[in-house]
């Protein structure tokens, strides 16, 4: 089945990880992105590829990394230099936009808690 | 980041009840979607929406986009218990640039 797959469901982190959510996505989407929610909260952009080997800052990048080496693949690295890192992760991709707009699609999700 | 303002924030209905929650922006869109996201889970894409004035159903749901283009309301008609969830809204402007988020509208249905 085509879609956005996100991995591990739930993970858990000490105080000074690094740690690495894994995002694949088999429906030949160009552009990828991480989203991170907090209860309660909208959706606050991370960072966002919109092609190979390209990758941007969004609003929240400060003590997260990611790359972008393959198409498929957008992996977000949470570094000890992000203070509140527990909250729900999102991955997302788009289709090339032929003028009509972009539509967003989801994975399930990563929750990351701090231990 | 910009923000969609969506409202209302919350609301508690009984079963049976329609739905209407709507989003505002000052800015121009050229695309309005539509999510629910229920607890634990990613946002599943509801309707889409490409053009000012278009009125679009996915069974139950209507939605609608401002002939403005500066808005957009979702319509939820004879509400049922698995209407439970969080509903976003999302804005495009078109090009490079970046989708844009409501904070989400929590809907509760009480059988």
């Known amino acids: 089945d085509g879609g956005i797959t996100q991995s591990p469901k739930y993970l858990f982190r000490k105080e000074g990880q690094n740690v690495t959510l894994s995002c694949e996505q088999n429906?030949?989407?160009?552009?990828m992105y991480w989203y991170r929610q907090d209860p309660g909260q909208g959706l606050r952009l991370i960072y966002y590829s919109q092609i190979v080997n390209d990758f941007q800052k969004g609003d929240i990048a400060e003590g997260y990394s990611v790359s972008r080496e393959k198409k498929e693949s957008f992996p977000l690295t949470v570094t000890s230099a992000q203070k509140n890192p527990t909250a729900f992760y999102l991955c997302?991709?788009?289709?090339?936009?032929?003028?009509?707009?972009?539509?967003?699609?989801f994975g399930e999700g990563s929750w990351l808690t701090v231990v | 980041g910009q923000q969609l303002n969506q409202s209302p924030q919350s609301m508690f209905i009984q079963e049976g009840e329609d739905v209407s929650m709507n989003c505002t922006s000052s800015?121009?869109?050229?695309?309005w979607l539509w999510y629910k996201q229920e607890p634990g889970e990613g946002p599943v894409l509801l309707i889409a929406l490409y053009k000012a004035g278009e009125l679009t159903s996915n069974g139950r749901l209507t939605a609608q986009f401002g002939i403005t283009r500066k808005d957009s309301f979702l319509n939820i008609s004879a509400s049922i218990p698995s209407d439970v969830g969080i509903y976003f809204c999302?804005?495009?402007?078109?090009?490079?640039?970046?989708?844009?988020f409501g904070k989400g509208t929590k809907l509760t249905v009480n059988p």
């Open positions: 999302a804005g495009h402007k078109g090009g490079s640039e970046k989708l844009v």
């Open positions: 800015s121009i869109f050229n695309t």
């Open positions: 429906l030949n989407h160009d552009a």
């Open positions: 997302a991709s788009t289709p090339p936009d032929r003028g009509g707009g972009n539509t967003i699609y």
